[in-house]
């Protein structure tokens, strides 16, 4: 295997301040991430109220750029502790935090999280643990799917976040993995993750009951990622994962159909396959996702990201309903046969012990 060489310290996001509400600060949970933020240097303000505040600028680049250095410390109410069901990926969905510091020119958060993209990191994380059990066994998407019913009732935590990327602050994803190994439940944590500190985690007790994905692109599309880890780390990340006894898997997403997108898809996969295929009793899964955007989530990225040599150009794409009604565009059907046909083509040659959970 290539990664011999030891590698330097993951870079850490750091927020320039912390807005803790003081709610959030009765928690002992919230009150341990408050001092974390602190001892790294960051400026914490214990707020007189459960009320955020946030003065946005009125120029949106500024407005974008103090929303995205900004951590909120709140407690998720009831609304947001409530588990949804998340195909194709898992049964349920739980969140520990809502928004994410990296500034990819796609992200699909910009399509469902309303407001300044602040990041919000949840006080409250016995009480969203507690949601878990109730649902053990409950599960309609995975569960009732043929071939991933093994995986028994999946938890799917990172829809609207990277919680890796921000586990140095939390250590809400470390807690949620000492749960799940501890709990002798037919049951599983997912996360996937553009970052690649994962340190805090390899000595977790974790019992096998959490996958751990890195969500790649070829490093050419690397212009699309800003603030994430550099693709060659976060396969390093999840080799370190797997030798630690992991399930892992590949988030290959989204698949960019931009010029030369078969030599940049094949060698990643490639590279996948050095990084993962000696480590012994490997259980990889691979997840294949397409770029879609919505009339919604395009006008939020033209604001945040104008000048994006991203394409989304909805003359360029075919408009597919989704299943609330809403439009969203997608690669046409030719290039979307081309594009599965060839990655999964690739996926099995070079990484020749993997499952393909989906395509879409
Ligand atoms: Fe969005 Fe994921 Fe990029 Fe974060 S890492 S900005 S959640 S696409």
Not at 8 to 32: C, E, F, I, V, Y
Not at 165 to 192: C, K, P, V, Y
Not at 328 to 335: L, R, S
Not at 346 to 353: D, G, Q, R, Y
Request: positive net charge.
């Amino acid at each position: 295997m290539p990664t011999a060489a030891p590698l330097s310290p993951s870079r850490l996001w750091l927020p320039k301040r912390l807005l803790a509400t003081k709610s959030a600060l009765t928690w002992d949970h919230g009150r341990a991430m408050a001092d974390r933020a602190g001892a790294l240097g960051v400026d914490v303000v214990e707020l007189p109220t459960d009320r955020l505040n946030l003065a946005v600028s009125d120029d949106p680049r500024r407005a974008y750029a103090e929303a995205k250095r900004t951590l909120a410390l709140v407690v998720a109410p009831p609304s947001k502790r409530r588990l949804q069901p998340i195909a194709p990926s898992a049964d349920w969905r739980v969140d520990l935090a809502e928004g994410c510091p990296a500034h990819c020119s796609y992200c699909y958060l910009a399509g469902s999280l309303k407001g300044p993209p602040i990041t919000r990191v949840y006080a409250n994380l016995p009480e969203i643990v507690e949601e878990l059990p109730k649902h053990l066994g409950l599960g309609k998407v995975t569960s009732r799917s043929r071939t991933r019913a093994h995986e028994g009732t999946t938890f799917e935590a990172s829809c609207y976040t990277d919680p890796l990327g921000i586990e140095h602050l939390t250590g809400s994803l470390a807690a949620l993995i000492g749960f799940m190994g501890a709990w002798n439940a037919d049951a599983q944590l997912r996360f996937t993750s553009k970052f690649d500190a994962v340190e805090p985690l390899l000595a977790l007790p974790h019992g096998g009951r959490t996958r751990m994905r890195a969500s790649v692109n070829p490093p050419r599309f690397a212009r699309f990622e800003g603030g994430t880890s550099p693709v060659a780390r976060r396969l390093a990340a999840l080799r370190r994962m797997a030798q630690a006894g992991y399930p892992v898997g590949l988030t290959i997403a989204p698949i960019i159909a931009a010029e030369g997108w078969e030599d940049a898809y094949g060698q990643l996969i490639v590279d996948a396959g050095s990084a993962l295929n000696d480590v012994p009793g490997l259980d990889l899964t691979v997840e294949l996702i397409t770029h879609r955007f919505t009339p919604g989530s395009k006008a939020v990225l033209d604001s945040w990201y104008p000048g994006s040599a991203l394409e989304m150009d909805p003359a360029a794409r075919t408009e597919k309903r989704t299943k609330f009604g809403g439009v969203k565009h997608v690669y046409d059907a030719d290039m979307m046969r081309t594009l599965r046909r060839f990655l999964e083509a690739e996926i099995v040659k070079a990484l020749s012990t993997a499952r393909i959970l989906y395509w879409t």
